[in-house]
């Protein structure tokens, strides 16, 4: 379920600062976005993994995080991102 390296050179060059550039809130939140909706469509097959729904819940919540922070410190960047992100917030 983890991403591919090529999927991750992809969010990287989509959203990050530079080639090399992991750590910034939009690439995380690229990446959980992406984890996140690959976990949704698994588990509309697999509905009685109570496990994975709560990993899905942690991710969802840590993605929530990311994108407070972006809106209190980068009020500038939240809303091309969130729209790059397909979230409707």
């Known amino acids: 379920m983890a991403l ?8 990287i060059s989509k959203h990050g600062r ?3 550039d992991t750590g910034s809130p939009e690439v995380q939140i690229a990446m959980l976005t992406r984890r996140i909706n690959e976990l ?13 729904r709560r990993g899905l819940l942690k991710l969802v919540g840590r993605r929530r995080r990311f994108l407070n922070y972006l809106q209190n410190t980068i009020s500038r960047a939240i809303a091309p ?3 790059s992100f397909g979230l409707r917030r």
């Open 4 to 11: 591919t390296k090529e999927a991750k050179q992809e969010l």
């Open 40 to 52: 949704t469509e698994h588990l509309r097959t697999h509905r009685q993994r109570s496990l994975l």
């Open 18 to 20: 530079s080639e090399t």
């Open 81 to 83: 991102s969130s729209r």
